[in-house]
């Protein structure tokens, strides 16, 4: 007899974007007239830069031919990308000892952040810094790591609240807290902080301290413009030794679509199995992926392949200014109605709590019914995020500057 996975039975019905997908679709439907400025998940608005769209041709037509056409490739990615990416993200800003052979290209970073939990021993205790983006919490669920959920928290999983009166900033593990394994994501989802190099290292001096295994989303990591911010989290000291760090090409390069990101796995990420022998990480996340994925497509590996060219990286610099210009209008316009205001300087995202003693979903349905401006409610990414919205500067520059004169009436909104 099948039974079905009970912990999907136990996870709030539907995922956070899923639900607010159908909010916006049930409030379009009631009122065709609208228009409705999408804000809420982090979709990109421009489109591929021209240097990928020619190599995706490039390479599509190669796989028109006998003589160049690819079939299956390695699963760990083929060698021109693992190799760009090794020596532009890493080896030329001075990160040393982070190879090709470190690097594994994925179909973006959400997947590989909730399919690393594969390498998990069994009683492994996740630590989630929260407000957190969902899928470290809902895959660790899933896995039956939850536990029983109490109160907006889940017992199998420890929780490091980020709280507004520490500027969002995370606290470390106190004594007493297990947390084997450790997300941390920055530049921020959903609060847009950041963290600098000494806060950084702490983490990595606890993680080495504890053994415990950090899990870094840097997928934001190119909209980082204050000097000094570690835009990878090895280059803080001995963290090739405590970390796996996850990137995505969807958000500086239009990638949403097109899927294609990698996860820094290396190979001096050396932990123990249950019976005692040595675990290479490295070596275990290739066992797994060699399991369960056939890598990503070569047309895909190429189109990324470009971003690592001279026009690629211009490419990439004007999409994250052009971004980064409407964060700026949207953190104005909030500052400018009295909104407390966090992110949107070394980030996308822009997390704001109105005056106004609405909850966060209730704030979420005041602002799309009364502006028609969809949101993410912060409540979304845990309970320290009630009564604050998530606002993306993704949307285009003509539609961001209509929301923020939509926003300037707030107190007819909220
Ligand atoms: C977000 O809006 O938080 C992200 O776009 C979601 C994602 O990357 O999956």
């Given at each position: 007899m099948f039974i079905a996975n009970q912990n999907f039975n136990r996870l709030p019905e539907s995922y956070l974007f899923s639900d607010v997908a159908r909010k916006i679709k049930d409030f379009r439907e009631a009122n065709p007239e609208s228009k409705v400025i999408r804000m809420d998940i982090g979709d990109v608005s421009l489109p591929l830069p021209e240097c990928v769209v020619e190599a995706m041709s490039r390479a599509a037509a190669e796989m028109g031919q006998s003589a160049s056409f690819h079939g299956y490739g390695p699963e760990q990615g083929y060698h021109f990308l693992r190799e760009a990416v090794a020596e532009t993200d890493y080896r030329s800003r001075g990160i040393k000892g982070i190879s090709a052979d470190d690097i594994f290209i994925s179909d973006g970073a959400k997947s590989d952040l909730a399919n690393l939990g594969d390498i998990f021993g069994s009683g492994v205790r996740p630590a989630v810094v929260t407000p957190a983006y969902p899928v470290y919490i809902d895959s660790n669920v899933l896995a039956g790591r939850g536990g029983i959920p109490e109160n907006g928290r889940w017992s199998g999983i420890s929780f490091l609240p980020a709280r507004p009166e520490s500027a969002f900033l995370p606290p470390l593990p106190h004594r007493g807290v297990t947390a084997d394994v450790i997300y941390l994501c920055y530049p921020n989802n959903p609060t847009g902080t950041v963290l600098s190099l000494d806060k950084l290292q702490k983490w990595v001096d606890y993680a080495l301290a504890n053994k415990s295994l950090i899990i870094y989303?840097?997928?934001?990591?190119?909209?980082?413009?204050?000097?000094?911010?570690?835009?990878?989290?090895?280059?803080?000291?001995?963290?090739?030794?405590?970390a796996i760090e996850v990137r995505s090409f969807s958000k500086t390069a239009g990638f949403t679509g097109v899927r294609c990101g990698y996860t820094v796995v290396p190979r001096s990420l050396e932990f123990t199995f249950i019976d005692g022998t040595k675990a290479s990480l490295n070596r275990i996340w290739c066992r797994r992926q060699c399991t369960k994925f056939n890598g990503v497509g070569y047309v895909v590996q190429r189109a990324a392949e470009a971003l690592y060219t001279p026009e690629g990286r211009e490419a990439i610099r004007r999409n994250v200014a052009y971004y980064m210009d409407n964060a700026a209008l949207l953190r104005s316009a909030l500052l400018g109605i009295g909104a407390d205001v966090v992110g949107g300087v070394d980030a996308p995202y822009v997390w704001f709590r109105p005056k106004s003693e609405l909850d966060s979903w209730q704030l979420f349905d005041r602002l799309l019914h009364r502006a028609a401006i969809s949101s993410t409610p912060g409540v979304g990414f845990g309970k320290e995020g009630d009564g604050w919205l998530r606002l993306t500067g993704f949307n285009t520059a003509a539609l961001t500057s209509e929301a923020c004169s939509r926003l300037s009436h707030i107190n007819d909104i909220f």
């Open positions: 989303d840097s997928a934001y990591e190119a909209y980082i413009s204050t000097p000094g911010i570690p835009h990878s989290i090895y280059e803080a000291e001995g963290a090739d030794k405590c």
